[in-house]
């Protein structure tokens, strides 16, 4: 394959923006109209994960070491979309007639052929990790709500019981789909450390506009069944071959993997000292409040610092989380974690840096495993390709 004409011709044709996507989907539910009912009714916010996913494959395409692990996981989490090995290539016929159709004289056969190479690379990886996964993990896991908590106008703590048990880490998040919004999943960070009972909690924000969260807080409840997708994202997980203080950087409902890894913290023989920041915009936003403060009094070795961003009369840190936290210590001696709304992220790791602390310290969550999901507020937007 010539790598370098084929990120070309894939810049030519992502110029094109959004009739790129049009295209492609016209194209294939034309050709297969049973592939229709894989996808949510509304196509409206399918467009920027099909470019993503294409720009980010073909970007590395020439070296697969690293994007291979995100080809694979792409494999196994689309056995939930009931993809399968005979529809791969129904999506190159697609793609092909797509450059096709954008390119135009540019089409040329020794460009056909680079990219039916570079499709069959990415197919192949991607077909062979989900016949894999068969038999070892199921395609996705069925959830009962066992609890549903208001914790204020637009913010749910769900406690959920997956069937059959559901391995994870502290730190991780996973995919979650309701009958009440069908084939569109979400992805949430789970709020707790692995328990005996094998129940989970998610912290749910009903952000404006969005069918899943919305449907999450205001009208699932007790006794429905949601479904779940596997775990994703290690970046967030604790490194357990540091031993250096924590500092936990947490915005709005960003606090749920944070309060995960404390939660494992406390399980342990020797756990390490933690100063959380949790921002806010006001006081009534601090959702999680009383168990917070529960664990620091059970808990010698945590200190939780409540910051509020709106609140001109708030006693106590006011501002934005990351500036409050470089006001109370340089943190140089420790290892920080950061999870909340991408702005507040990439405001942390940019001030985190500038004041010296090496950015291999520094963790956030990532959903490498699915590259293609639209960002809202915390939760990512997904369905198949």
Same mark, same amino acid.
């Given at each position: 394959?010539?790598?370098?004409? %084929? ?14 996507? !049009?295209?492609?989907y016209?194209?294939? /539910?034309?050709?297969?109209?049973e &592939?229709?009912?894989? /996808?949510?009714? *509304?196509?409206a916010? !399918?467009?920027d994960? &099909?470019v ?12 697969l ?10 494999? =196994?989490?689309?056995?939930?979309? !009931? ?8 999506? #190159?016929?697609?793609? &092909?007639?797509?450059? @096709?159709? /954008? ?6 056969? $020794? ?19 989900a ?5 070892? *993990? ?8 066992v609890?549903?908590?208001? +914790?204020?106008y ?6 959920? =019981?997956?069937e ?18 069908? =084939?569109?999943?979400?992805?949430? *960070? ?9 129940? &989970?909690d ?8 969005? @069918?899943? *969260? ?8 007790t ?5 779940? #997708?596997?775990?994703?994202g ?29 939660? @494992? %913290?406390?399980?342990? $023989? ?27 009094? !059970? ?9 509020l ?5 708030h006693?106590?840190? =006011?501002?934005?989380?990351? $500036? ?26 940019a ?13 956030t969550?990532? /959903?490498e495993?699915?590259?293609? +999901? ?12």
């Amino acid at each position: 394959m010539d790598t370098e004409r %084929l990120r070309a011709s894939w810049a030519t044709v992502a110029a094109y923006g959004t009739q790129v996507p !049009q295209f492609f989907y016209a194209r294939l /539910f034309l050709a297969h109209p049973e &592939l229709r009912d894989m /996808f949510p009714v *509304s196509m409206a916010t !399918q467009s920027d994960r &099909l470019v993503a996913a294409l720009g980010r494959i073909v970007s590395e395409v020439d070296d697969l070491t690293d994007v291979t692990p995100v080809i694979q996981q792409l494999g =196994r989490d689309h056995r939930r979309f !009931q993809v399968r090995a005979e529809h791969y290539p129904f999506v #190159g016929e697609a793609l &092909l007639a797509t450059l @096709q159709q /954008f390119l135009g004289a540019d089409w040329t056969p $020794e460009l056909a052929a680079d990219w039916t190479a570079a499709y069959t690379v990415v197919a192949t990886v991607m077909g062979d990790a989900a016949k894999a996964a068969e038999g070892v *993990s199921p395609p996705w896991w069925q959830a009962e709500v066992v609890a549903h908590e208001r +914790r204020g106008y637009d913010i749910a703590l769900l406690r959920l =019981r997956p069937e059959p048990a559901y391995t994870y880490r502290a730190g991780q998040s996973m995919a979650v789909e309701t009958s009440i919004r069908p =084939r569109l999943w979400r992805t949430y *960070s789970i709020a707790n450390a692995p328990r005996a009972d094998g129940t &989970l909690d998610l912290h749910i924000k009903a952000v404006p506009g969005g @069918q899943v *969260s919305n449907a999450l807080v205001n009208s699932v409840g007790t006794g429905d069944t949601l479904r779940l #997708g596997a775990p994703v994202g290690a970046r967030l997980t604790l490194d357990r071959d540091s031993g250096r203080h924590l500092l936990l950087l947490a915005g709005g409902t960003g606090l749920a993997p944070l309060k995960a890894i404390l939660e @494992q %913290l406390a399980a342990a $023989e020797q756990p390490r000292r933690v100063t959380l920041f949790t921002g806010a915009r006001t006081a009534a936003d601090l959702y999680d409040a009383p168990a917070l403060g529960r664990m620091e009094q !059970q808990l010698p070795w945590l200190t939780v610092v409540p910051v509020l961003s709106h609140d001109p009369y708030h006693p106590g840190e =006011r501002g934005m989380v990351t $500036e409050a936290a470089l006001r109370h210590h340089n943190w140089l001696d420790h290892d920080v974690y950061a999870c909340g709304p991408d702005s507040m992220v990439s405001d942390a790791v940019a001030r985190l840096t500038a004041a010296g602390i090496p950015a291999d310290r520094i963790r956030t969550e990532d /959903f490498e495993a699915e590259p293609y +999901r639209a960002t809202t507020t915390r939760t990512r937007e997904v369905s198949a390709l």
